[in-house]
């Protein structure tokens, strides 16, 4: 085991950093992280800042040199880095597992070859391979590069094959995969923990509410039967296994119409949909991320309040949309004064538009008295503007 007060490794100083940090030093854990960018959220919780890029030779010999163990916030860091930190301290989750999730190709290849449901796809490298992708795939479809995309980025509707050849054509025949529109009732996600010792740690469902391929709303428990939510469990659980997966995982599930549950993607790392077990769990996500990189036996995820997490988006900014506001901060007596609610901000210095910059937990034994909260401070936070 990994105890207090050694140095933990994070690489990437994102929000997902930040709250990793938070949860460390808490415990008596030094953290250091490596990111470029000089006012990092992460930065402000760490001992040690390495502002430079996450392939610098000098600042991976002082992970490697001063680290217990190096984890990552985000499934973009370069897995080849991951691999070559291993050979000197403990990596958790694997460059293997993370060069999975950060290329849609390699994850949608993962699911399909170890019999996760998947809804139809193809791949596409070039133009010689849109006609078999169109007989793979019905239109409407959605297009998504096969790397660096997120919240909606990277991603267009696909209607027509002319509107695949130009935008594929827009993209520089970038690596993309076309996916069948999927008609849906829901979309759900579960975060989960995994030992090095092959432990595992499930929190709730979560049921999630997307505005332009932005979460926006997730609500915990998820409002599905129990025989939904077990087969959801048993899908992440076995494909951490697959994985051979150590640390926090998180899966995203489509559910159809008919109620059959598809995989949509995984990420490697605390998940925007977990952001509610900081407030609502006997442990929370980041946590569990300390734990699990450390050898230690896994937290309790047991969600002891329903919550409601909102999205806060620099959309709701006075100042991005309206250079001559008054105050350039939202006004943050419409959340404050809910004795349930929990402000989280991310300590990002510039808001823009769909930039998430923190976010709201409502926790309330009534799941639809939380809803209806969350809703009444997302209409007051969206008026100011």
Not at 45 to 61: C, G, K, R, S, Y
Not at 73 to 95: C, D, M
Not at 183 to 200: C, H, N, P, T, Y
Not at 221 to 235: G, K, M, N, V
Request: hydrophobic fraction near 45%.
């Amino acid at each position: 085991m990994i105890l207090p007060p050694q140095t933990l490794g994070m690489i990437g100083g994102g929000q997902l950093g930040r709250m990793f940090a938070s949860a460390a030093r808490c415990m008596g854990y030094r953290v250091m992280v490596l990111d470029p960018d000089l006012v990092s959220p992460a930065a402000e919780f760490a001992n040690e800042h390495l502002p430079v890029a996450f392939t610098d030779p000098t600042a991976l010999e002082k992970l490697a040199t001063d680290c217990a163990a190096v984890t990552t916030e985000f499934e973009n860091a370069p897995a080849e880095v991951l691999v070559a930190l291993a050979a000197r301290t403990t990596v958790r989750p694997s460059g293997r597992a993370v060069a999975v999730a950060q290329d849609r190709h390699a994850e949608k290849t993962f699911f399909k070859s170890n019999d996760f449901p998947v809804g139809p796809f193809a791949i596409i490298n070039s133009a010689a391979d849109i006609e078999a992708a169109l007989h793979k795939v019905k239109l409407p479809a959605i297009l998504k590069t096969a790397r660096f995309g997120y919240d909606g980025k990277g991603q267009a509707r696909i209607n027509t094959p002319n509107e695949l050849a130009t935008t594929l054509a827009a993209w520089k025949f970038a690596p993309a995969i076309l996916e069948e529109f999927i008609d849906l009732k829901l979309e759900i996600s579960l975060v989960l923990a995994r030992g090095a010792d092959g432990e595992i740690a499930l929190f709730p469902v979560a049921e999630n509410q997307h505005v332009n391929g932005i979460l926006d709303i997730t609500i915990t428990p998820a409002r599905i039967s129990q025989e939904l939510a077990a087969r959801a469990t048993a899908i992440a659980t076995k494909l951490a296994v697959a994985l051979d997966y150590v640390g926090v995982l998180a899966v995203e599930f489509f559910i159809t119409r008919s109620d059959a549950i598809l995989i949509n993607e995984m990420a490697p790392r605390p998940h925007n949909s977990g952001h509610v077990t900081i407030d609502a769990c006997c442990s929370s996500q980041f946590e569990q991320q300390v734990r699990a990189l450390c050898g230690l036996p896994l937290g309790d995820p047991r969600l002891h309040t329903p919550a409601v997490m909102l999205n806060l988006l620099g959309d709701v900014w006075p100042n991005v949309k309206n250079p001559q506001a008054r105050s350039a901060e939202p006004d943050w007596q419409v959340v404050l004064k809910h004795p349930g609610a929990h402000l989280h901000l991310y300590g990002k210095r510039e808001a823009r538009v769909g930039r998430k910059m923190g976010h709201i937990t409502i926790c309330d034994t009534d799941l639809s008295r939380a809803l209806a909260i969350t809703l009444e401070i997302r209409q007051a936070l969206q008026a100011a503007t």
